[in-house]
């Protein structure tokens, strides 16, 4: 049989079609995580989407026989993952087929269509040995999403997805929060400190270690409401402990508190000097641990933002990891203690050996110690707390960073854990969690090589091209047909994704993206980093409100204004050897050269939106001075009437 580019159209249109089908019933049957609607059996909703999927298929190429037979090997392959995973409801067993199927229809597509247009052996050897790669990794990224869309695929889920209703009868094992503190405004830690005291669970300690901080003004306070509380008779004691000096940052205070913990606690919670809590913060999730397999419950991290622009597309861009990522990945046991709003066992605390004074990341790096110990973790897909948003870009890139950086140094020290059992590993860290561990560390470093080595691809044939040691290449219309529904079906997907966290109008979605893509540069490099072996110091965010500083603004963004220029300028190159590239080559050079550097460039927008913010901030101070000595002039004469 001679195999020819044109024979795969009908495939590849086929998957355009089908990923657009199947984000449509997303968006008609997911309204937000774990919970599906059902519009008719799934039998009948797969058949009408291949069936509907296979007509396009066919109008878009008019290739009958093709369209007839890529429908029936995707009908095949659909109706197999139906049957082996029962638990997916219909869109997500769509979800889950169309990647795989689009690496197996474009592969031989872009083969022949290379083969087709005169390129030399050695470049279609290359291309074979991508997609190779490609597709010995494909049962990994089949795996990694199916347990990272788990919240939004499956129609059964068998972890819990909410925490139980607060009891009638309030009670359960004694509880100690720790709240670490290090140059916080005082106000701000008081106000965490008010909702504690306000918490409606009658076993309960609260410490409050503040470590290093220089400035007495700042601890004497918190020191001083603590007492006040304590002699109010605060339900619960709150004991203040300020050390200097102490060693290790957060993880040091978390340590130091740990070792002054009442001797009958048996739960330990950790929350952050500026969250408020929920008063049924402890009554609806210490119930968890009856079960003793259970170390460790998380809640989403949540913020309070103050309606600004910025803090607007800040909060939004935090939003769909924590309240569709870390909950889809809870379905198989995979979650992680995130900093915050979390309890823990305090046996397996002690037994994983505290807290890692060493990493970025000490909050999720202890949750492998603890799994290693034989515990399972619970993230409960509800806010119970809320923090505040970096005050400053700068902050905001710092905290990335962090939170980027700490899990590549967890792979780097703990990667023996995650071994197969027949490499000889003895932990009991479940498969899963052994999987979605290592792809959460690698994500950025997997990454970093895929954009470099697209990029690098795309450039060095494209120079060639220029140099003519490869011929022009000419897209046939079935790619631009399924460029066209895969931006369409890209739109639809991340506007889906933003909605299941509670937003859909565009504007917000759009600074939420552009809070993301400003986050590049940052990510790319906290990446590499831990590569080099050299410690790296704890940044911790701060709560000060900060003044207007243009400056900051462009001093923080020079990287990212750099390469974004460099981009936007190498937009020039196509342009200028368009005669030897070709229109179809030319103008995906300039939609990659120009996208790259409007991603890159929307670090400095995001910097004068914060500063921008600032400075409004400060002007609204100013003009209510005024009124508040008029007040306070009026309240002195009053009382010298008096």
């Not at 074979?128 to 347990?147: D, E, K, N």
């Not at 009868?169 to 005291?197: D, F, M, N």
């Not at 979605?436 to 954009?451: D, F, Q, T, Y």
């Not at 529904?485 to 994704?497: D, F, N």
Request: with cysteine; charged share 15%; aromatic share 10%.
């Amino acid at each position: 049989m001679h195999l020819y580019r044109a024979l795969f159209d009908p495939g590849v249109a086929l998957m355009a079609w089908l990923g657009l089908i199947s984000i449509t019933l997303l968006i008609a049957t997911v309204p937000q995580p774990y919970r599906v609607r059902r519009l008719g059996s799934s039998q009948a909703v797969l058949s009408g989407a291949v069936g509907l999927a296979g007509t396009l298929a066919f109008l878009s190429t008019f290739q009958l026989d093709g369209a007839l037979v890529a429908t029936l090997i995707a009908g095949l392959f659909i109706g197999s993952v139906r049957l082996a995973m029962p638990r997916l409801s219909a869109a997500g067993v769509l979800e889950m087929s169309v990647p795989p199927l689009t690496l197996l229809f474009t592969l031989p597509w872009g083969f022949f269509l290379l083969k087709e247009q005169g390129f030399p052996p050695w470049a279609l050897g290359v291309f074979a040995a991508g997609g190779t790669v490609a597709a010995v990794m494909a049962p990994f990224a089949f795996a990694t999403r199916l347990a990272n869309e788990a919240a939004v695929t499956h129609r059964r889920w068998r972890r819990p997805t909410a925490a139980p209703p607060e009891p009638i009868k309030i009670g359960g094992p004694k509880v100690s929060i720790h709240v670490p503190c290090y140059a916080e405004p005082p106000e701000v830690v008081i106000a965490t400190l008010r909702r504690l005291a306000a918490l409606r669970y009658p076993n309960f300690e609260v410490i409050v270690c503040d470590n290093n901080t220089p400035d007495e003004a700042l601890w004497r306070p918190v020191e001083r409401f603590c007492a006040e509380l304590n002699a109010r008779g605060s339900r619960a004691p709150f004991r203040f402990f300020h050390v200097a000096p102490l060693q290790g940052a957060k993880a040091g205070a978390l340590n130091f508190s740990l070792t002054h913990t009442a001797p009958d606690v048996e739960l330990v919670a950790v929350i952050d000097a500026d969250y408020l809590a929920e008063p049924d913060f402890l009554s609806r999730l210490t119930g968890f641990f009856a079960d003793p397999e259970v170390g460790f419950v998380q809640t989403p991290h949540d913020y309070r933002p103050d309606g600004s622009v910025y803090q607007d597309m800040c909060y939004w861009e935090y939003m769909p990891p924590n309240k569709v990522g870390i909950a889809s990945i809870n379905e198989y046991d995979c979650a992680y203690t995130i900093g915050t709003m979390c309890i823990l066992r305090k046996d397996a605390i002690e037994q994983a050996g505290g807290w890692a004074e060493w990493c970025l990341t000490e909050d999720s790096e202890i949750s492998i110690r603890i799994r290693a110990l034989g515990y399972q973790g619970i993230f409960v897909n509800e806010t119970f707390g809320r923090g505040l948003i970096p005050e400053t870009y700068e902050d905001y890139k710092k905290q990335r960073f962090r939170w980027t950086a700490g899990p590549v140094q967890q792979l780097l020290a703990h990667w023996r854990l995650f071994l197969p059992a027949w490499a000889g590993n003895k932990a009991p860290i479940d498969s899963w969690a052994k999987l979605m561990e290592v792809n959460r560390s690698i994500s950025p470093l997997v990454g970093v090589v895929a954009v470099v080595s697209a990029a690098a691809a795309f450039v060095g044939s494209s120079w060639m091209t220029v140099l003519g040691w490869l011929p022009q290449i000419s897209f046939p219309p079935v790619f631009w047909v399924c460029a066209t529904a895969g931006v369409i079906g890209g739109l639809a997907r991340t506007w889906q994704r933003y909605r299941l966290t509670g937003v859909t109008e565009p504007a917000r979605i759009l600074g939420a993206e552009i809070a993301s893509l400003s986050l590049l540069l940052v990510k790319v490099t906290a990446a590499l980093a831990p590569l080099s072996g050299r410690p790296m110091k704890w940044r911790r965010t701060p709560k000060f409100a900060a003044q207007s500083s243009v400056l900051r603004a462009l001093t923080s963004t020079a990287p990212e204004v750099t390469v974004g220029l460099v981009l936007a300028l190498l937009a020039y190159l196509p342009v200028h050897h368009h005669a030897e590239l070709g229109g179809h080559v030319t103008l995906l050079a300039l939609i990659g050269a120009i996208g790259g550097a409007v991603a890159f460039l929307s670090a400095p927008l995001m910097a004068f939106q914060s500063e921008a913010r600032l400075r409004r901030q400060a002007e609204a101070e100013a003009e209510a001075w005024p009124a508040i000595d008029a007040v306070a002039a009026d309240g002195e004469r009053l009382s010298r009437v008096a």
